[in-house]
């Protein structure tokens, strides 16, 4: 157990919170509150999970050794840490530094309105009256919107919008795969895939899943009302049900009714390459989440997460089985390495 960590955790940890997930915890085992209570704070000192992990990974329904198998949040903290030096997250942090590093897998026009001249500002504006407007450091959907030029009076009001709204970043609209849209059409559906590199610098695919939004947001995002589905990477397809930040499950998707399992996901094989090759570019950052979007004539990168959410990985009831991913992550980069690194 890291004490460091431990501490930190206790002293920021919201309380309020807690007997919220003890009574969703409650109605979907019939344990008694009070074992949860301390089962939880056990499943903290022994394995770094938080509350939420405890929830949402349905560690109330495993055993010790499946419990063994979880990336929890110390974990995937460690592995951060160990793997993705702080200096250098820069790249992924700031989109615009991201934009400008990966621009031969972006596949779309984007502008940094801070370095950009009347001219180029009014030319992005003419050949994409409809685009996305972003913060460079939202996260979880947030300080991501749709806006039309000609809801505005001139490019002065717009960008004075901008300015106050801190949107410094202007993109060009991602126009997605029939195939895709049928499930959900208001939202750019992405597939996250995680990649981890070797002490070789050689890249492997972790873990994959699709997001989808739902009702009318145009977000996918897990956190912001989403749901996930995973993917087997091997063969491209969705695997079992979608699932809810809220640990509800969907065999189809509530808005569409197409059925997740089995859904193939057009250019896959194209998806992977892209990752691949963009992971070998990053020269210091060894572990990444990259959300892809498919597009009719093949994938484009929207983002990378340098720090990315462990909370898709394991999630309850969306699998047949406990199956926790320390064991693939184990088999490239060895926790006890990572244990071992950052003591240094």
Same mark, same amino acid.
């Given at each position: 157990?890291? !004490?460091?960590?431990?501490?930190?955790?206790?002293?920021?940890?919201?309380?309020?919170?807690?007997?919220?997930?003890?009574?969703?915890?409650?109605?979907?085992?019939?344990?008694?509150?009070?074992?949860?209570?301390?089962?939880?704070?056990?499943?903290?000192?022994?394995?770094?999970?938080?509350?939420?992990?405890?929830?949402?990974?349905?560690?109330?329904?495993?055993?010790?050794?499946?419990?063994?198998?979880?990336?929890?949040?110390?974990?995937?903290?460690?592995?951060?840490?160990?793997?993705?030096?702080?200096?250098?997250?820069?790249?992924?942090?700031?989109?615009?530094?991201?934009?400008?590093?990966?621009?031969?897998?972006?596949?779309?026009?984007?502008?940094?309105?801070?370095?950009? $001249?009347?001219?180029?500002?009014?030319?992005?504006?003419?050949?994409?009256?409809?685009?996305?407007?972003?913060?460079?450091?939202?996260?979880?959907?947030?300080?991501?919107?749709?806006?039309?030029?000609? $809801?505005?009076?001139? !490019?002065?009001?717009?960008?004075?919008?901008?300015?106050?709204?801190?949107?410094?970043? !202007?993109?060009?609209?991602?126009?997605?795969?029939?195939?895709?849209?049928?499930?959900?059409?208001?939202?750019?559906?992405?597939?996250?895939?995680?990649?981890?590199?070797?002490?070789?610098?050689?890249?492997?695919?972790?873990?994959?899943?699709?997001?989808?939004?739902?009702?009318?947001?145009?977000?996918?995002?897990?956190?912001?009302?989403?749901?996930?589905?995973?993917?087997?990477?091997?063969?491209?397809?969705?695997?079992?049900?979608?699932?809810?930040?809220?640990?509800?499950?969907?065999?189809?998707?509530?808005?569409?009714?197409?059925?997740?399992?089995?859904?193939?996901?057009?250019?896959?094989?194209?998806?992977?390459?892209?990752?691949?090759?963009?992971?070998?570019?990053?020269?210091?950052?060894?572990?990444?989440?990259?959300?892809?979007?498919?597009?009719?004539?093949?994938?484009?990168?929207?983002?990378?997460?340098?720090?990315?959410?462990?909370?898709?990985?394991?999630?309850?009831?969306?699998?047949?089985?406990?199956?926790?991913?320390?064991? !693939?992550?184990?088999?490239?980069?060895?926790?006890?390495?990572?244990?071992?690194?950052?003591?240094?």
């Amino acid at each position: 157990m890291n !004490v460091k960590w431990m501490l930190k955790r206790i002293k920021n940890l919201n309380f309020s919170r807690i007997p919220t997930f003890v009574e969703r915890v409650h109605k979907n085992s019939d344990k008694c509150k009070l074992s949860i209570y301390f089962d939880m704070a056990s499943c903290a000192l022994k394995y770094g999970a938080g509350y939420v992990d405890y929830t949402i990974f349905g560690m109330y329904d495993m055993s010790a050794s499946e419990r063994r198998q979880l990336i929890t949040r110390e974990k995937n903290n460690n592995y951060v840490k160990y793997l993705n030096p702080a200096e250098h997250r820069k790249e992924f942090s700031e989109k615009h530094l991201f934009l400008k590093k990966y621009s031969d897998q972006i596949g779309r026009d984007w502008l940094y309105l801070p370095d950009a $001249d009347e001219g180029q500002i009014a030319a992005f504006f003419e050949k994409n009256p409809v685009f996305m407007a972003k913060t460079l450091d939202g996260m979880c959907g947030k300080g991501i919107e749709k806006l039309n030029v000609a $809801d505005f009076g001139s !490019v002065e009001e717009l960008k004075a919008k901008l300015d106050a709204d801190n949107q410094p970043l !202007v993109e060009e609209i991602i126009t997605q795969h029939p195939d895709i849209s049928r499930i959900h059409p208001h939202a750019i559906n992405t597939v996250r895939i995680c990649t981890l590199k070797d002490a070789d610098g050689n890249p492997h695919i972790v873990f994959a899943c699709m997001r989808f939004g739902r009702g009318e947001s145009n977000v996918d995002n897990f956190n912001a009302g989403g749901m996930s589905a995973v993917v087997d990477f091997e063969k491209g397809v969705l695997m079992g049900r979608a699932i809810d930040k809220g640990g509800d499950l969907f065999a189809a998707h509530p808005d569409s009714n197409v059925t997740f399992d089995g859904v193939e996901i057009p250019f896959w094989k194209e998806a992977a390459e892209t990752v691949l090759t963009a992971a070998k570019m990053s020269e210091h950052i060894r572990y990444v989440g990259w959300d892809v979007a498919i597009t009719p004539t093949g994938p484009v990168l929207v983002e990378g997460n340098e720090f990315p959410g462990h909370d898709l990985f394991q999630l309850h009831g969306q699998l047949d089985e406990n199956k926790g991913i320390l064991p !693939v992550f184990d088999a490239i980069v060895p926790y006890s390495e990572v244990l071992a690194g950052i003591k240094k």
